[in-house]
C-alpha cells in the first residue's frame, strides 16, 4: 500500500484561528447532537414504558368497582345457601346488585341501546329472526333477544333482535 505524502499548508494565523474556532464549534455542535439523540432516545423509552403501564394499569378503577359487585354477589349467594333465604329476599338482593352494576356501567359512560318498537337499524340492532306481525310497520324491533351497548355515543356491542316482517 502506498503511503500518501502530507503536504503543508502555509495560512495566515487569523485563517488558522478562524478555522480552529470553527472546528471547535462543529465539535461542540457534533456532542450536543449526540446528547439530544441520546436524550430523546431516554425520553422515547420512558414514554413507551409509561405507555405500556398506563395500558396494563388503565383498568384498575372499574376492576375495583366490579369486584365490589363480585363481594355483593357472593355474599348474596352465601346467605341463600346458608340461611335458605325465601326466593324474593334473594331476588331483592339480586336486584340491587343488578342495580350497582347499571350505575357504575353509567358512570363509565356505558347505556344500553334501545330497541323495542324501534324502527330496525343495522348500525345498533342485528336482526337473529323476523317474524310476521301484523300490528307493527315492517322492519321493526318486535323483540330483544339480547341487550345491545353503547360506551360514549360508540356501538361496542349491538342488540340481537327480532325484526317484523309482512
Same mark, same amino acid.
Given at each position: 500500500?502506498?503511503?500518501?505524502?502530507?503536504?503543508?499548508?502555509?495560512?495566515?494565523?487569523? /485563517?488558522? &484561528?478562524? &478555522?480552529?474556532?470553527?472546528?471547535? $464549534?462543529?465539535?461542540?455542535?457534533?456532542?450536543?447532537? +449526540?446528547?439530544?439523540?441520546?436524550?430523546?432516545?431516554?425520553? *422515547? @423509552? *420512558?414514554?413507551?414504558?409509561?405507555?405500556?403501564?398506563?395500558? @396494563?394499569?388503565?383498568?384498575?378503577?372499574?376492576?375495583?368497582? &366490579?369486584?365490589?359487585?363480585?363481594?355483593? +354477589?357472593? *355474599?348474596?349467594?352465601?346467605?341463600?345457601?346458608? !340461611?335458605?333465604?325465601? =326466593?324474593?329476599?334473594?331476588?331483592?338482593?339480586?336486584?340491587?346488585?343488578?342495580?350497582? &352494576?347499571?350505575?357504575? +356501567?353509567?358512570?363509565?359512560?356505558?347505556? =344500553?341501546? /334501545?330497541?323495542?318498537?324501534?324502527?330496525?337499524? =343495522? !348500525?345498533?340492532?342485528?336482526?337473529?329472526?323476523?317474524? /310476521?306481525? $301484523?300490528?307493527? =310497520?315492517? !322492519?321493526?324491533?318486535?323483540?330483544?333477544?339480547?341487550?345491545?351497548?353503547?360506551?360514549?355515543? *360508540?356501538?361496542?356491542?349491538?342488540?340481537?333482535?327480532?325484526?317484523?316482517? @309482512?
Amino acid at each position: 500500500m502506498e503511503k500518501k505524502e502530507e503536504k503543508a499548508v502555509t495560512l495566515k494565523e487569523s /485563517e488558522y &484561528l478562524k &478555522l480552529k474556532e470553527g472546528a471547535d $464549534k462543529a465539535g461542540d455542535y457534533w456532542d450536543r447532537l +449526540l446528547r439530544t439523540q441520546a436524550d430523546f432516545e431516554n425520553m *422515547r @423509552k *420512558r414514554l413507551e414504558k409509561e405507555k405500556q403501564d398506563f395500558v @396494563k394499569f388503565a383498568n384498575e378503577g372499574i376492576i375495583l368497582e &366490579l369486584l365490589n359487585i363480585l363481594d355483593d +354477589l357472593e *355474599r348474596t349467594v352465601n346467605l341463600a345457601e346458608t !340461611h335458605k333465604q325465601d =326466593p324474593e329476599a334473594f331476588l331483592k338482593g339480586v336486584e340491587m346488585i343488578l342495580a350497582h &352494576l347499571y350505575d357504575m +356501567l353509567k358512570a363509565y359512560g356505558v347505556k =344500553p341501546i /334501545e330497541a323495542e318498537d324501534k324502527v330496525f337499524d =343495522p !348500525h345498533y340492532h342485528e336482526a337473529l329472526m323476523q317474524v /310476521e306481525d $301484523k300490528g307493527k =310497520p315492517e !322492519h321493526t324491533v318486535v323483540e330483544e333477544l339480547q341487550k345491545g351497548y353503547m360506551l360514549n355515543d *360508540r356501538v361496542i356491542r349491538t342488540a340481537k333482535v327480532k325484526v317484523s316482517k @309482512k
